[in-house]
């Protein structure tokens, strides 16, 4: 089945280090979303990933989507305390089915 | 604040019983998914409603089912509750089918004892 795998599963950096996790899907992806979730939080929505080869950047944060559209990294550059959470990449395999299929998350926490 | 509100935050029940979850989509959003987070693992799809109807679902057994009213808000209903169903329930809406940005509610965190 269409399975989305997501590494590291936690990360420990400290302040001003740079972050990086990694999305991978079995198959092809019609498009890719980031999403990040604080402690008791629920998810939030960072970015959308559509075209194959895509890099958006939203200020210390770097998105990108591969040439094949079977993968996706964020990448954060200099971390802060307030970039503590869960990051998760979510796969739509096909826009108008609704379903978005979540990997398990890299847990971020930064040492001040 | 994404606007989407979910009711009630925090529920117990116990084996076998029924339980009904309830959401409010931001104003103007017609389509509204459900998610299943458990403990240290990322949201799973339950289904989708668009417009009043069932648009796509998640490899949950039909005790899981749902509701769209007029108003586009929704229901979550699951019969029979097993201990595995205790996890943090998700809504999430947006602005028709290929909306782009996806929000989300706080969740109900349900136990099962």
């Known amino acids: 089945g269409q399975q989305v795998m997501q590494i590291p599963q936690y990360q420990h950096v400290q302040e001003g280090e740079d972050f990086t996790t990694y999305c991978n899907s079995s198959?092809?992806?019609?498009?890719i979303q980031w999403y990040k979730q604080r402690p008791g939080g629920h998810p939030v929505f960072l970015i959308q990933?559509?075209?194959?080869?895509e890099v958006k950047k939203q200020k210390r944060l770097t998105f990108q989507f591969g040439e094949a559209k079977k993968n996706s990294s964020l990448h954060i550059t200099a971390t802060q305390t307030t970039d503590v959470g869960t990051y998760f990449c979510?796969?739509?395999?096909?826009?108008?089915?609704?379903?978005?299929?979540f990997g398990d998350g890299t847990t971020l926490t930064v040492k001040p | 604040e994404t606007g989407v509100t979910q009711s009630p935050t925090h529920l117990i029940k116990t084996r076998g019983q029924q339980v009904t979850l309830r959401c409010s989509s931001q104003?103007?959003?017609?389509?509204v998914s459900w998610y299943q987070q458990a403990l240290g693992q990322g949201p799973q799809f339950i289904f989708q409603?668009?417009?009043?109807?069932?648009?796509g679902r998640g490899n949950f057994p039909p005790r899981f089912s749902g509701l769209q009213f007029p108003n586009y808000s929704s229901e979550l209903n699951v019969n029979a509750l097993e201990l595995n169903d205790s996890a943090l329930y998700l809504c999430?809406?947006?602005?028709?089918?290929?909306?782009?940005?996806?929000?989300f509610g706080p969740g109900t965190r349900l136990l099962v004892l």
């Open positions: 999430a809406s947006r602005s028709g089918l290929d909306g782009e940005t996806q929000y």
């Open positions: 198959t092809t992806l019609s498009n």
């Open positions: 990933l559509v075209k194959s080869g």
């Open positions: 979510a796969g739509v395999y096909n826009t108008n089915a609704g379903k978005s299929t």
């Open positions: 104003s103007g959003h017609n389509t």
């Open positions: 409603y668009y417009r009043e109807e069932e648009n």
